[in-house]
């Protein structure tokens, strides 16, 4: 219902592409007799689509990539941890809904009317995820390699933070910012284990615009990631070496 309803409203747009992908689905199954009737009641025909399953082609592919609970967020990111930056709920851009309620139910089972609140909820939020994609896209060219190119380096805001395990490599890097004259501070956890609790604080400082970004280290990186990317507006990217930072970067 979602490729159809996002396909409708880009209708004459070919520089957009859309598919679609369900984690463990199974490939060629066509769309339920409700997701098809509902559907046909605003217009568009569904019928001719077919289930595939998420695979990497498919992420390295995506320039975005929406998610429709939390639950189906985090096995995707637990899976293609290097689509963090790019992944999103498609009720985060429901501003007016609170952040645990930003959830499309999984409606294969249930009765019409669940597929009807379903496509309600996903009709209703596309213009802004429409109005988000062109915008990300006009800006693309104007902020790719910026980091690299920009020499004014005392713009940049680092916070970092670190739990036991992540104490070594905290300590390592602070050398290396003074050493690049960039500015950082440090987050002193309140339990020394309690990554998540830490994740939170670090979220609500970047939020408010104290910080540029953060940089957390931690014994295993996923937990964080986790936690971060429940934060509208806000996406971590899991890194065990250089190269999964500039994988996350390019995509």
Request: charged content about 25%; glycine content about 6%; proline content about 5%.
């Amino acid at each position: 219902m979602a490729k159809g309803l996002f396909e409708s409203l880009i209708r004459g747009n070919k520089d957009i592409k859309v598919d679609s992908a369900g984690i463990g689905a199974i490939s060629g199954l066509p769309p339920s007799a409700h997701a098809i009737e509902v559907m046909a009641e605003i217009g568009i025909d569904i019928s001719h689509i077919r289930s595939k399953p998420v695979n990497s082609e498919l992420i390295r592919k995506a320039d975005f990539i929406f998610c429709m609970s939390y639950s189906h967020l985090d096995s995707l990111l637990l899976l293609y941890p290097e689509a963090g930056e790019k992944t999103f709920l498609l009720l985060e851009f429901a501003n007016d809904l609170p952040i645990m309620a930003r959830e499309i139910p999984d409606p294969i089972g249930g009765s019409i009317e669940l597929y009807k609140l379903c496509r309600d909820q996903m009709r209703q939020v596309m213009p802004k995820i429409l109005s988000f994609v062109l915008s990300e896209a006009s800006s693309y060219s104007n902020v790719a390699g910026s980091a690299t190119e920009n020499k004014d380096k005392s713009r940049l805001r680092v916070l970092l933070g670190s739990n036991f395990y992540g104490t070594e490599l905290k300590n390592a890097s602070k050398e290396i910012l003074e050493k690049w004259q960039i500015p950082f501070e440090e987050i002193v956890p309140t339990d020394p284990l309690d990554i998540v609790g830490m994740v939170e604080r670090i979220a609500v400082e970047l939020l408010e615009g104290n910080f540029d970004t953060s940089i957390l280290f931690s014994k295993n990186g996923i937990d964080v990631e986790i936690a971060a990317n429940k934060f509208p507006q806000l996406r971590a990217v899991r890194a065990t070496a250089l190269s999964d930072i500039l994988v996350a970067k390019k995509n």
